[in-house]
Structure formats: C-alpha cells, structure tokens
C-alpha cells in the first residue's frame, strides 16, 4: 500500500511539473526549434560516451563480483546491467534495476547467493563514493560561482545536506561493522538487515582492497563519463558552455533528481536545468529543458537497448516485480541473520 501510494503521488507530481515546464507555447516552439538546429554528431558523441560508461560500470561490476567467487564472462555482467537501466530509468523508486540485477544473477550463481547480493551492495556503495568524491572535487573549486544566486546557492546547499548524509550514513555503517555492533542494533530497526549486509560486504572487500580501489577508480570514470552526455546535449544545442561549468552543475541536478519525488526524476530534472543553466550560464528556460531532453533521450537510447536484451534474455525464469522484491528481501534478511 505505502508502494502504491508513493507511485501515486510520484506520478501526479511528475504530470503536474511537465505541465508546468510546458504549457507555455511559445517555449515548446523555441525548444522545437533548437531540436532542429540541433549538432546530430554531438548527439552521437553523448550516445557513444554512455556506451561508454555502461562498458566501465560492467568493468567495475564484474571486479567486485569476482571478490564473491562469482565468474561470469563480459557479455552476461554488460546484460544483466543493461536491464537493470531500464528498470532503474522507469521504475519509481530508482531501486528497481538493483532488485532485478540480484534477481537475475540468483539464477546465473545457484550456491552463492550471499555474494550475488553483496556484490550488487558494494557496487551501489562504491558507485556512491565516488560520487561524493567527485562531487566534493568540485564544490571546493567550484563553489563561490555554484553559489553566487540565491536560488543555486540553495540547490547546492541541498545537495550538500543529501551528500553529507549519504556521507553519515556510509560513516555509521563503518562504525558499527569497525565495532562489530551490527548485531546489536533493534530488531525493528529500519535497515537493519541492508546494514548487516554492508558490514558483511565491507569486511569482504577491505581484505580484497585493490580490487575495492580499482572499482572505485572506475567509480570516478564512470562519473566522468554520465557528466560528458549532458555536456554533449550542451553542445548539440549550440551553446558554448565550458565543461567545466556543466560538470559543475550535473552534481546537483543529478543527485536531487534522483530523490524520489517524480518518476525517475522527470520535471525535476528539467526545472533544475531551467534553474542552473539559466541562473549561472545564462541559457534561455527552452534551451535548457532542451538540453536535459537530450540527455535524457540518450539514456533512453541505452535504456530501449537494455529492453531488447531484457525481451531476449532467457534466465530459467520470468518473475512479476512483487516476487523479485519478495525473494531480494528474503535474500537480505537471510544474509544478516546467518552472519
């Protein structure tokens, strides 16, 4: 029920911000206008550079999968990851690729469960810091020009209340596994057994620390690499807009837009585009939701392809999502009760 309610309210806010972003005429013919005019090899380039960043996150995967004793070859890890983007780009929630990626890979690794889900774990964590990483690089260079208008400077203070606790919260769980207190916390704790899970994952992956790190480092190509499509959807809509200043804003607008508010993250991205490109760049509002359009569409792009691997994949089951989030559940809770 509170699954059903939050999707609800996820897609009435999303209808009512795309209404609002385009109900003005004259700015749906100024965006039609700069699709037409639009630099198609720019386009490509973003396509090409999310290519890209699929073929590190399957790199970065696969190491940590291979940490658990779980060898499966490029192809079948770049699948099961293809699949996972559509459901994480489509599903409310944003956590739907994980649950089918753990679903999936249960049925390539019979025997190691545990690690199938510990690998999935670390990759979602590691993803993070690197993120926080990249993220801090920039706020100490970057942060007097993110914050010289009130409205982006109280974006960018958002985003550093979300990445400071994101940054708590990856601390306390350090804390708890250092001190080996994960076992203590209540038994109706929220999280309690995605917390045991991750100092069981931690402990695994400390001892394996150059893979750990390796995975990391491909962490910040990653990054790298999701930043680069919007600065191509920039330039593909002719705008001169250094790289510096859009890797300066994908930060913000990338984290608070996966923050389940819409349906994965449409009309908050683009108002949030609205907002940084116009307030420090000085892109027309058409412009700018043009730009988080084409993005978008490239990620679609890679996401309709995850959809015909997904049509063509043969697991030794299918599952409706209510059964997979069921079985991942139980999976977490099993871990943390053995361990």
């Known amino acids: 029920m509170k699954k059903t309610i939050l999707t609800i309210i996820q897609t009435i806010v999303t209808v009512g911000i795309l209404f609002w972003i385009f109900k003005d005429p004259q700015k749906r013919a100024d965006m039609a206008q700069s699709f037409k005019q639009s630099d198609k090899l720019w386009i490509l380039a973003g396509i090409i550079a999310y ?26 890890v770049l699948a099961l990851l293809m699949i996972g983007i559509l459901f994480n780009l489509f599903m409310p ?26 690998a ?13 990483a990249f ?4 706020l100490l260079f970057r942060y007097q020009w993110l914050s010289s208008t009130e409205i982006t400077r109280n974006l960018t203070w958002t985003l550093l209340v979300i990445m400071g606790s994101s940054f708590g919260g990856i601390a306390f769980s350090f804390l708890i596994t250092g001190f ?73 607008i990338n984290t608070i837009a ?5 349906v994965g993250g449409a009309g908050i991205r683009e108002k949030l585009f609205e907002n940084m490109l ?28 995850g959809g015909v691997i997904y049509l063509l994949y043969r697991p030794s089951e299918h599952a409706r999502m209510s059964v997979m989030e069921t079985t991942v559940h139980d999976l977490e809770h099993k871990v943390a009760m053995e361990e």
Not at 135 to 138: E, K, L
Not at 197 to 223: E, N, P
């Open 51 to 76: 290519g890209c960043v699929e073929v590190l996150a399957t790199m970065r995967w696969k190491i940590l999968l291979e940490v658990q004793g779980i060898t499966l070859s490029f192809f079948r």
């Open 93 to 118: 929630g944003g956590t739907g690729g994980d649950v089918i990626k753990i679903f999936y890979l249960l049925k390539e690794t019979p025997g190691k469960t545990a690690g199938a889900l510990l």
């Open 120 to 132: 999935v774990l670390m990759d979602r964590m590691i993803g993070l810091l690197g993120l926080i």
């Open 135 to 138: 993220t801090g690089a920039i």
């Open 180 to 252: 080996g207190l994960a076992h203590s916390l209540p038994a109706k704790m929220p999280l309690r057994d995605k917390l045991i899970d991750l100092s069981v994952a931690y402990s695994a992956y400390a001892r394996a620390w150059k893979s750990s790190l390796s995975a990391f480092l491909l962490s910040l190509a990653v990054h790298f690499g999701s930043f680069y499509v919007f600065f191509a959807a920039t330039r593909a809509m002719r705008q001169n807009t250094s790289m510096l200043d859009i890797f300066g804003v994908m930060p913000i």
């Open 258 to 262: 996966a923050l389940p508010i819409s």
């Open 278 to 305: 116009g307030n420090l760049c000085g892109i027309k509002p058409a412009v700018a939701v043009a730009i988080s359009l084409t993005g978008f569409i490239v990620l679609v792009f890679w996401a309709i392809i």
